[in-house]
């Protein structure tokens, strides 16, 4: 499974874009950064696109991929609330519907809603969607396949360790917005630091006896050295695989074996 880290950042500058993960170069996670980091080809190459909430930096280029790839039908998954969020504010209304386009029977774009801890199969691969605590409804997805499996956070505070009753990963792809310096601010809009990221994998090992490597993504631009260099210590400290994604990174999972490419 080769897991295509197309955006790192919860903002956008010259040198960052928003989040979006591509897995085999056909199922997408987020869509912050999805057209603007593909050729056409490799956008038509996508199979299904999968949502975890519908803050704009996870959303923005699905109008975009309907727009860009209108000759085939590809699917969303997400929580209905992100659906109606599309629906209500996006197609339609300050985009084509590309929901009903090109023509209702052969859209360029199939809703397809999913619920907490009801797995989907998702383009071959066994999703399971798992809620996750931010400031809007939000879900996490475990994604398996017979490479191995990953949990992607998308943005989350503090609790998610919680859910590896549910989960056994071979890689956590989880956010860390703030510096550590920044804590309040993460607390109030429902994010993680470094500090309250080794609480979470304090409490995976003591839950596994172990933990997974991690693949730290949505660092803010403006504070984006300073978690670098906290992770770092972080890493040594619990004596943890910790990678802090950039742009054009693509780690591989195989059989559990994770390498960086």
Same mark, same amino acid.
């Given at each position: 499974? !080769?897991?295509?880290?197309?955006?790192?950042?919860?903002?956008? #500058?010259?040198?960052?874009?928003?989040?979006?993960?591509?897995?085999?170069?056909?199922?997408?996670?987020?869509?912050?950064?999805?057209?603007?980091?593909?050729?056409? /080809?490799?956008?038509?190459?996508?199979?299904?696109?999968?949502?975890?909430?519908?803050?704009?930096?996870?959303?923005?280029?699905?109008?975009?991929?309907?727009?860009?790839?209108?000759?085939?039908?590809?699917?969303?998954?997400? $929580?209905?609330?992100?659906?109606? &969020?599309?629906?209500?504010?996006?197609?339609?209304?300050?985009?084509?519907?590309?929901?009903?386009?090109?023509?209702?029977? &052969?859209?360029?774009?199939?809703?397809?809603?999913?619920?907490?801890?009801?797995?989907?199969?998702? &383009?071959?691969?066994?999703?399971? $969607?798992?809620?996750?605590?931010?400031?809007?409804?939000?879900?996490?997805?475990?994604?398996?396949?017979?490479?191995?499996?990953?949990?992607?956070?998308?943005?989350?505070?503090?609790?998610?360790?919680?859910?590896?009753?549910?989960?056994?990963?071979?890689?956590?792809?989880?956010?860390?917005?703030?510096?550590?310096?920044? !804590?309040?601010?993460?607390?109030? #809009?429902?994010?993680?630091?470094?500090?309250?990221?080794?609480? /979470?994998?304090?409490?995976?090992?003591?839950?596994?006896?172990?933990? $997974?490597?991690?693949?730290?993504?949505?660092?803010?631009?403006?504070?984006?050295? /300073?978690?670098?260099?906290?992770?770092?210590?972080?890493?040594? /400290?619990?004596? &943890?695989?910790?990678?802090?994604?950039? !742009?054009?990174?693509?780690?591989?999972?195989?059989?559990?074996?994770?390498?960086?490419?």
């Amino acid at each position: 499974m !080769e897991i295509h880290v197309l955006g790192a950042h919860n903002g956008e #500058t010259r040198d960052s874009k928003l989040v979006s993960l591509l897995v085999d170069g056909i199922l997408a996670l987020d869509a912050g950064s999805l057209t603007g980091s593909l050729t056409m /080809e490799e956008q038509e190459k996508i199979i299904a696109l999968i949502l975890s909430h519908h803050h704009f930096d996870h959303i923005r280029d699905v109008a975009t991929l309907g727009l860009n790839t209108y000759t085939s039908t590809k699917q969303i998954f997400s $929580p209905p609330s992100v659906l109606e &969020a599309l629906t209500n504010h996006i197609f339609g209304h300050i985009y084509p519907d590309f929901t009903r386009l090109p023509s209702p029977q &052969a859209p360029s774009l199939r809703l397809c809603p999913v619920e907490p801890f009801r797995p989907v199969s998702v &383009a071959g691969y066994q999703v399971l $969607p798992l809620p996750v605590n931010h400031n809007v409804p939000t879900v996490g997805y475990q994604v398996a396949s017979a490479s191995g499996s990953f949990f992607y956070t998308s943005d989350t505070g503090p609790g998610f360790s919680n859910l590896w009753e549910h989960i056994s990963p071979h890689l956590l792809i989880t956010e860390v917005t703030f510096p550590t310096s920044r !804590e309040e601010m993460a607390g109030i #809009t429902g994010h993680l630091t470094p500090r309250l990221l080794r609480g /979470e994998l304090l409490e995976i090992r003591k839950r596994q006896g172990r933990l $997974p490597a991690v693949l730290v993504i949505h660092m803010s631009p403006a504070g984006d050295e /300073e978690i670098r260099g906290e992770l770092k210590g972080l890493g040594r /400290e619990l004596e &943890a695989s910790i990678i802090v994604g950039n !742009e054009g990174m693509k780690v591989l999972l195989d059989a559990g074996n994770i390498r960086v490419l």
